[in-house]
């Protein structure tokens, strides 16, 4: 690969054949060489040339990706080197067949040379532009061959030698006899070239120094640069455009032709550092650019300079190809100057640009002279920048381009059909509106002709639609429709539908003046509304109507009166019934102060289960106090004082129990129990104390109902209702009758205090004559703490409402003054087998002392603890810090026997501490404590399979000392 990989035909023939050219394998990768020959390389017409330029052919390999790492160091498949040999000789043997079938003596030669290493957009289209405008056919005497040096500004002189190598060779061996160089660095190369006598060069776009250079050469053209010229004027009418300031984004590339721009944008920008801040996005890859670009702003301005190459996340050199202009149009959220009008009408706003097709005309047309004459026909031919705008862009940012003070061109700017031929449309308009009067005339005529035949047809017709209409709608209407004169109170019409509202006629309504139909409360709004009069317009009231077969039945009514020349006492309404929206507002209503007091009883319970826990530990330092106080005086005459003191704590621990029910932390243990044995068991209790002027009934049915509950609980509920009646009994004699039966609910049903869902209920009714409860105590007899009595608690009632609630079931209550009250209440019936007592299983009394870990952040509770396992006989070690405490368990749990710890504290809870004791520490006993009743998790096993142990607040000597032998033994708690 260290020759031109190809060659033009030898023979002067009529093809004029396009060759895309490389350099040595030392200056191109092989990869991209491989792209070349197997994708590519074509030996082809003019004609089928262009044909495959249009086809995207050239842009193909244009954007192929092709990454210079190491120019040194190329690697290569053996199945790419297979491809690069077997395309290398279909092409070689291609273009050597075609070569000696024609002879070669007059063809001239021309080499296009391009700096660049890969053909950007520019590129392509100077050398499209170069071939279209040459005009060559297939009988041309005219070969173009295309040579991409890929020559970079700090190029090693090893390398440029090289490609000078392979130029002179190519020159030489070809007889090539114009050369033209694209772009500064191909133009600068031209002059170190040794090339034989009568080589003419071409120098598009080159720098000062090359145009100085070339001063004194007649076989040396130039064709000098419009860019630096439009970057001047294209700046300065951004300035002009866009006064506001802000900043100009300038995007290019980073080889060494697009480095040349961008340092005459930065010359120039010098005098516009007050205006304008300048940005440079200058070799930026693809993504990043795009990224950037998308993030600027409206008030931000763009300016797109040549942008062949970039510089990879690797540092290596890429070239860019035509994807830099696709991402410029999609990206750019701002106006988008530019120096080319590569993408004018495709996104960019305009400038003072260059045109590229104009760049090649220049060239072909160069090219023609000196091949008619053999001489160049002028030394220096300028290029030309034309300030061009894309009228859609301008529209878009909204510019004003009076502002520029020259001449300019608009594309894209919408004509209307007046501007482009106003005779048509003048001939045309007055030919369409004279056949439009013709028309209207014409219509008029007939219009009326037809009007006069059909007015008496069509108000017969009318009239008798709209009283058909009119009686459809009366008869089938829902709603009622009548009317009223408000001078004789009198209903003088009425639709039929009456009769399905009320169950009277029509006929019958209007016998009966309006009074007679309506309850005097809805007549007297009735009159307020026909007071009003004409004031009033229309309005909706609420009317309760009397219904034929007894009860009324609720109706809105709409009225207003009807404005007549010859009545002004005539109403006109519809009433519609609204029966049902009535019961669903009451239902509401309920279900909203039902919702309140669960509201309350909650807000309430979450207050007194706090207050419940604290004086839980009060109380349980007083009972271990008492319990070792009684120990200690044992036998004394105090004995009597302690007993006392033992009973008050016992009542304390039992209020401190309905104060959990209440607040729902202690749910206690249900089973299934007998409800006919245990009403007749509480009844016979309460008959040992029942006052005498009570008399207790009982009305029980034999049928068996099971309850699932606490029995204590149920009990508690039905010793209190009871209560109630014997104190609402007083002094007078009376009676108090329990009622047990089933009760079936098909649908869920809502009362005062609870909702039961469909299923079987066991229905208990106590119902006492006694002094009844006025309306006003009904809605508050069971908020927690309200009491008519002088020494009462107000806890009873509300209690038994949570222990019902929490039951699945429902209380209800009726009660009239001086007739006495009756509570219903409900519980769901159990299908389960009756539970069996189980019997006590009797512990093993320890017979040893135990190393017992007591934690709780309550000191007196520590100390009361700690008092008493001393007292048994045990050793005690307390920790009132949880994080302490287990320090000291991972220290000594090797000789601790039992850790004791409290539920609630900061920093870590006590099941926490009873999970990693469990966890880490299988053979240490830890028994919890806790006075939130049963919030706890029922039944829960640990790691290791061990079961958790509860000790509850407030517990006695006795209690705690069962509870450290149950959890030693690992036995569950009585």
């Not at 205006?275 to 300016?303: C, H, K, M």
């Not at 039905?718 to 098909?746: R, W």
């Amino acid at each position: 690969m260290g020759s031109p990989i190809a060659a033009h035909p030898k023979d002067t023939d009529s093809v004029f054949s396009v060759h895309l050219r490389f350099v040595s394998s030392a200056l191109v990768p092989r990869r991209f060489v491989v792209e070349a020959i197997c994708n590519e390389m074509r030996v082809v017409s003019a004609n089928a040339f262009q044909r495959n330029l249009r086809s995207g052919l050239y842009e193909k390999f244009a954007s192929s990706r092709c990454r210079m790492t190491n120019p040194s160091i190329y690697t290569i498949s053996s199945l790419q080197l297979v491809r690069i040999l077997t395309g290398f000789i279909l092409q070689f043997v291609l273009l050597n067949t075609s070569s000696l079938a024609q002879p070669h003596e007059n063809v001239s030669r021309i080499l296009v040379m391009h700096g660049v290493w890969e053909a950007g957009p520019w590129d392509l289209n100077i050398d499209r532009g170069i071939v279209e405008n040459l005009q060559l056919s297939e009988d041309s005497s005219v070969q173009v061959s295309f040579e991409y040096l890929g020559i970079d500004a700090e190029m090693s002189p090893q390398r440029l030698a090289e490609i000078r190598a392979h130029i002179e060779a190519m020159v030489r061996e070809q007889g090539i006899s114009i050369i033209v160089a694209v772009q500064p660095l191909a133009s600068a190369l031209f002059f170190d070239l040794d090339l034989p006598e009568g080589v003419a060069g071409l120098l598009l776009l080159p720098t000062r120094e090359v145009i100085e250079l070339a001063r004194g050469h007649p076989d040396v053209t130039i064709v000098e640069s419009a860019g630096s010229a439009a970057i001047s004027q294209t700046i300065e009418q951004i300035s002009l455009l866009r006064p506001e300031g802000g900043t100009v984004y300038v995007v290019g590339g980073n080889n060494g032709d697009d480095l040349l721009y961008v340092n005459y944008v930065r010359a120039v920008a010098e005098s516009y550092q007050g205006q304008f801040q300048f940005e440079y996005l200058i070799g930026v890859e693809p993504a990043e650019l795009e990224r950037r670009l998308r993030q600027l702003s409206p008030n931000d301005t763009v300016l797109s300079l040549p942008f062949s190459a970039y510089t990879d996340s690797e540092g290596n050199l890429t070239a860019v190809g035509s994807v830099y202009l696709d991402l410029m149009i999609d990206s750019v959220p701002s106006p988008l100057f530019g120096i080319y009008d590569r993408l004018l009408g495709q996104g960019l706003t305009g400038g003072a640009l260059s045109s590229t097709s104009g760049y090649a005309n220049t060239v072909a047309q160069l090219l023609r002279y000196r091949l008619q004459n053999g001489e160049w026909g002028t030394f220096l031919t300028p290029g030309e920048a034309f300030t061009l705008y894309d009228w859609r862009e301008v529209q878009r940012w909204n510019l004003d381009l009076d502002r520029l003070g020259v001449d300019y061109e608009l594309i894209n700017q919408p004509e209307s059909l007046w501007q482009s031929n106003p005779v048509f449309v003048l001939v045309f308009g007055n030919i369409v509106l004279i056949l439009l009067l013709v028309v209207l005339f014409m219509g008029v005529q007939l219009r009326r002709s037809n009007a006069a035949q059909t007015a008496i047809a069509n108000s017969e017709r009318l009239a008798r639609e709209n009283e058909e209409r009119y009686k459809l709608l009366a008869t089938n209407t829902v709603d009622v429709i009548w009317t009223w004169n408000s001078k004789t109170e009198e209903v003088t019409y009425c639709s039929p539908s009456i009769e399905k509202l009320t169950g009277y006629t029509a006929e019958e309504f209007l016998s009966q003046p309006l009074n007679k139909w309506v309850t005097p409360e809805s007549f007297q709004r009735c009159i307020a509304l026909y007071n009003k009069g004409l004031s009033s317009r229309e309005q909706l009231i609420e009317v309760e109507h009397y219904k034929k077969g007894g009860g009324t039945v609720w109706c809105e009514m709409s009225a207003h009166p009807v404005i007549q020349s010859n009545d002004r006492d005539t109403w006109v309404g519809v009433t519609r019934d609204i029966t049902q929206r009535k019961q669903e507002e009451m239902h509401r209503n309920k279900l909203e102060a039902s919702v309140r007091q669960n509201q309350k009883f909650e807000s309430l319970g979450t207050l007194a289960g706090g207050i419940a826990h604290d004086f839980n530990n009060v109380l349980g330092v007083m009972m271990g106090l008492i319990d070792l106080l009684a120990e200690e005086v044992k036998g004394k005459s105090s004995d009597l004082l302690i007993d006392k003191l033992d009973n008050s704590a016992q009542k304390a621990k039992r209020l401190v129990q309905r104060i959990l029910t209440f607040a729902r932390q202690k749910e206690g243990s249900k089973e299934v129990l007998d409800f006919n044995e245990l009403l007749k068991e509480t009844i016979e209790l309460l008959e040992s104390g029942l006052p005498p002027n009570a008399i207790l009934q009982s009305d029980i049915t034999p049928e068996l109902i099971k309850v699932s509950g606490d029995r204590t609980q149920i009990e508690q509920i039905i010793m209190n209702v009871a209560t109630n009646a014997i104190e609402a009994l007083g002094s007078a004699n009376g009676t108090i009758k329990f009622s047990l039966c089933l009760q079936t609910y098909e649908q869920t049903t809502d009362l005062p205090h609870g909702s039961l869902q469909p299923g079987k209920y066991a229905r208990l009714s106590v119902e006492d004559n006694g002094v009844g409860i006025d309306a006003n105590t009904i809605d508050r007899i069971f908020d927690p703490f309200f009491t008519s009595k002088e020494m009462g608690s107000g806890m009873g009632l509300a209690i038994v409402r949570n222990i019902i609630v929490q039951h699945g079931g429902a209380i209800d209550l009726h009660s009239e003054p001086g007739r006495g009250t009756c509570f219903e209440i409900f519980l769901p019936v159990s299908t389960a087998e009756l539970d069996k007592p189980s019997d006590d299983q009797s512990l093993q009394p320890l017979d040893r002392s135990l190393s017992i870990l007591i934690i709780d952040d309550q000191s007196e509770v520590l100390e009361t603890a700690s008092l008493m396992l001393e007292k048994m006989g045990h050793e005690c070690l307390l920790a009132s810090d949880p994080i302490i405490a287990m320090e000291r368990i991972a220290a000594n749990h090797d000789t601790l026997d039992l850790v004791i710890t409290d539920y609630s504290m900061p920093k870590m809870n006590g099941l926490e501490i009873v999970e990693r004791c469990a966890s880490d520490y299988p053979e240490l006993r830890v028994l919890l404590s806790t006075g939130y009743g049963d919030a706890l998790p029922q039944n829960t096993v640990l790691a290791n399979n061990r079961k958790l142990i509860v000790l509850h607040k407030p517990y006695s000597y006795k209690d705690l000392q069962q509870m450290v032998e149950i959890t030693v033994f690992e036995a569950d708690p009585a």
